[in-house]
């Protein structure tokens, strides 16, 4: 189905973009504000509405009510990233990326409860087989006790609900009004986190500096990543219109896959760029969990 390659669009070019992230954290940000960083996105999701109204001059016609509904999405989603974001400073991407799978559980739960979506048993079998191999990329099998994280695991659960909620409004607008209409004022919702940061005097100090002194690389490197990122987004977005909400956020939850394997690829190419462990005992459970993941997929396409 169409709406399954839009779906793999968001987990697909977000795995690149942790990867990118976790490079501008460790380098430019590892003992400062992130904020700088959601500036940029707040940026690219401005520029994109000029574009989105060129194209699409009724995205003004609809009620304030629902500018403002919209608009909330787009807030939801940057405080998301923002959380995420204080998540990389102190940990790994391929620790902090399977905390994503719970986004797959409240979309699940939020699709039920307000869109009334009823998955088909297969699907729903297939939702949890890619949320369960997606699940155990993510666990380490050590003879060590592991210490309990609270901070990186309360900022996941606070991104990933906000990330349910965001996806729920949005496909909740969309069907009422028009993709389009709704991703527009969804970036203005964007836009708007954005100047609420820079009204900070320490955020527009710490923006500033950062254009000042590292101008070609943080331009470059976050542009590009930015427009990854929208790439995404708007691929995501779309599938919601076509597939139900937990199914889509099930198939999101897929990220973590592609950040291990994009994170076998650096440690064997490019090992000062990032490392992933690649031993036997660990790519037999890779493999396991990829095999869990694509049986998902092929349950949640019937």
Not at 34 to 41: I, N, P
Request: charged share 10%; with cysteine; aromatic share 14%.
């Amino acid at each position: 189905m169409s709406w399954l390659i839009f779906a793999f669009s968001g987990p697909i070019l977000w795995a690149a973009s942790t990867h990118i992230d976790k490079y501008l954290v460790e380098k430019y940000f590892k003992h400062g504000s992130v904020a700088v960083l959601m500036v940029f996105t707040a940026i690219i999701g401005l520029f994109a509405l000029p574009f989105i109204y060129f194209f699409q001059p009724s995205v003004l016609c609809i009620p304030l009510q629902e500018m403002v509904e919209t608009a909330v999405s787009g807030i939801l989603y940057m405080g998301a990233i923002y959380v995420y974001l204080q998540a990389l400073q102190s940990e790994e991407a391929s620790v902090v990326a399977p905390f994503f799978q719970l986004a797959a559980i409240f979309g699940f739960i939020l699709g039920y409860l307000f869109l009334g979506e009823v998955p088909l048993p297969a699907q729903l079998a297939g939702g949890l087989l890619i949320i369960a191999g997606s699940t155990l990329l993510s666990l380490k099998f050590t003879g060590k006790k592991t210490k309990l994280k609270r901070r990186l695991i309360l900022l996941m659960l606070a991104c990933t609900l906000a990330l349910a909620f965001s996806s729920l409004i949005f496909k909740f607008f969309s069907l009422q009004n028009e993709y389009w209409t709704t991703s527009f004022w969804n970036f203005v919702g964007q836009a708007l986190f954005g100047v609420v940061l820079m009204a900070t005097a320490a955020n527009r100090k710490r923006f500033y500096q950062t254009i000042r002194t590292n101008t070609g690389a943080v331009l470059a490197i976050n542009g590009a990543n930015e427009l990854i990122n929208l790439g995404g987004g708007l691929g995501v977005r779309y599938a919601l219109l076509l597939a139900p909400l937990g199914i889509v956020q099930a198939i999101s939850s897929t990220t973590l896959f592609f950040v291990l394997l994009f994170g076998i690829l650096l440690s064997v190419f490019f090992p000062k760029l990032g490392r992933e462990e690649i031993t036997a005992a660990s790519l037999i459970q890779k493999g396991i969990a990829t095999i869990l993941v694509v049986i998902g997929v092929i349950l949640v396409n019937q």
